[in-house]
């Protein structure tokens, strides 16, 4: 055993590189990029004789067998074969080792660290770790500690009809600097405490290692760090993909997983109409315009959903329109009354509001038709309409309007009798109130509607383009600014009405002169 240390006088120093010392007297490996930054310095290889005389210092006495790293996707592999000494001639009682080399064949420059823990002078264990980057790291350790942390090392250093083995080499390592401070965790008697004022990639990577080497209890204690701390942007992926890797085993993961999944299958649909409720009943003018933002964006982002959320978002949000037409009829009849309040007016303005907002929702869900049916349907409504005040009643026709949009657009696919009711029931209504809504209402876009209103005609039979672009010539006529400009769809109708039926029979008289001049 005192063959294998070195010598008081040639002990290997540790090289300048940045390594902190933690109160339970373990150093911290660097990150590979400081390590790599240190190593440039060629003095820095052969400072004290830190690195080059480690090497035949340690194969001076037969180490263990020489291991692979253990990777997440497999289990640890180990051959059977110990290293060959380099300084002393090969002797029969001696069994020969290749060294461990590259994948390329080619022996690459090893730049070698030292790393003590507990008291480095009691270490009687030594664990060299080869870094796939040429870093070899040699940590003094004790065997008992290991072995009793480590499933993995416990399995390496099982006692045999030998004696025990000093040297444990673990080779491909990919992340030496993580490994380096899992084993320093084994010295720690609670490791969460280590653990505060990491980050949470780091944490996983040390769960990661210590799932591998058997560190129960560092897994566990990396399990109550991230049950613990928020989980930011792309960290909760991250860790719901490393926890899920550990259901199948006895580390109760369920506390964490509790944190994105709920066991109540009801609690989506019934949550959305309680927020729903909530925006719609809002009685704060600012609350309710930044709620009802955030909510419209957080259902555009949840629109390509396949899982069937968006089944329940139809009926909930149905339901929240049919309350609001409900309350609004109900308003109508009474602002149509002589001696209403002017709550009353607030109250319309509030519920119309609603439903742009609703409507807004149901065009990002693309289940808008049937609000369009819904909507061409309110003759009552209609009928109330003139019977209020201009400046009472205005703001219901920016949902007419807002229709009329999502119809030229083609966010919604009405069927021709919808579209032909919508016309027939609310294009009225609209005309009279246009000049309001150019005056008091800041959102509306006169050209926007008034192309919208154009397609939604041109839609219809060309009986119907007739009987409604007539009438509505009639309108401007009288009216002048105060109704919709629908020339250009006035012009597609002339155009579809007197003229292409001469072309076409202009183009069919050519045919037939052309078929007689052929005989």
């Not at 210092?57 to 037969?62: I, L």
């Not at 592999?77 to 380099?86: G, L, M, R, Y």
């Not at 205005?394 to 009329?404: K, P």
Request: charged content about 25%; hydrophobic content about 35%.
């Amino acid at each position: 055993m005192e063959g294998s240390r070195p010598r008081r006088g040639s002990q290997a120093r540790v090289r300048t590189v940045p390594i902190a010392v933690t109160p339970e007297g373990f150093w911290c490996c660097p990150s590979p990029a400081a390590l790599h930054k240190s190593l440039k310095n060629p003095h820095h290889h052969h400072a004290g004789g830190g690195g080059n005389k480690l090497a035949p210092q340690q194969q001076k006495t037969p180490s263990a067998p020489p291991s692979k790293a253990p990777s997440v996707q497999t289990a640890p592999s180990v051959t059977d074969e110990p290293p060959a000494p380099v300084d002393e001639p090969r002797r029969q009682d001696q069994p020969a080792a290749e060294a461990p080399a590259p994948a390329g064949g080619q022996q690459e420059p090893q730049h070698k660290i030292c790393v003590g823990f507990g008291r480095p002078e009691t270490s009687d264990l030594t664990v060299m770790l080869y870094g796939k980057e040429g870093i070899a790291v040699r940590m003094g350790v004790h065997r008992d500690v290991l072995c009793r942390s480590s499933a993995f090392f416990a399995a390496r250093l099982a006692g045999g009809h030998g004696p025990p083995a000093p040297c444990v080499e673990i080779h491909d390592c990919d992340d030496a600097e993580i490994y380096v401070e899992t084993v320093g965790l084994m010295y720690c008697d609670e490791a969460k405490h280590r653990l505060l004022k990491q980050s949470v990639p780091r944490v996983l990577r040390i769960m990661k290692v210590a799932e591998v080497l058997g560190f129960h209890g560092c897994v566990k204690s990396c399990l109550e760090y991230l049950e613990a701390v928020p989980w930011v942007g792309e960290e909760e992926d991250n860790v719901v993909a490393s926890i899920r890797r550990l259901q199948s085993k006895d580390y109760g993961v369920t506390p964490l997983l509790r944190r994105i999944s709920s066991e109540n299958l009801n609690s989506p649909g019934d949550t959305l109409a309680n927020i729903m409720e909530m925006v719609l009943t809002s009685t704060d003018d600012r609350g309710r315009r930044e709620m009802k933002a955030l909510v419209l964006n957080l259902l555009k982002d949840s629109s390509h959903c396949t899982d069937g959320s968006s089944d329940i978002c139809s009926e909930t949000l149905y339901s929240s329109c049919r309350g609001c037409l409900d309350r609004l009829h109900r308003l109508f009849t009474e602002a149509s009354e002589e001696d209403y309040s002017v709550n009353v007016t607030r109250r319309i303005t509030l519920e119309t509001d609603n439903l742009l907002w609703l409507v807004e929702i149901l065009v990002t869900q693309r289940i808008c038709d049937g609000f369009v049916a819904m909507w061409s349907s309110q003759t009552e409504l209609a009928e109330l309409h003139p019977k209020l005040p201009a400046a009472s009643r205005y703001t219901v026709s920016c949902i007419t309007a807002r229709l009329f949009v999502g119809i030229g657009r083609g966010e919604m696919l009405p069927s021709k009798n919808t579209r032909l009711s919508l016309l027939q029931v609310w294009l009225q209504p609209l005309i009279d109130d246009y000049s309001w809504l150019q005056c008091s209402c800041r959102s509306f876009d006169r050209k926007l509607v008034e192309d919208g209103i154009g397609q939604t005609i041109l839609t219809l039979p060309l009986e119907d383009q007739r009987s409604m672009l007539l009438s509505w010539f009639g309108r401007f006529l009288k009216l002048g600014d105060s109704c919709p400009n629908l020339q250009r769809a006035f012009e597609v109708w002339w155009r579809r009405t007197f003229v292409r039926p001469y072309v076409n029979e202009a183009e069919a008289g050519n045919v037939l002169a052309s078929d007689r001049s052929s005989t």
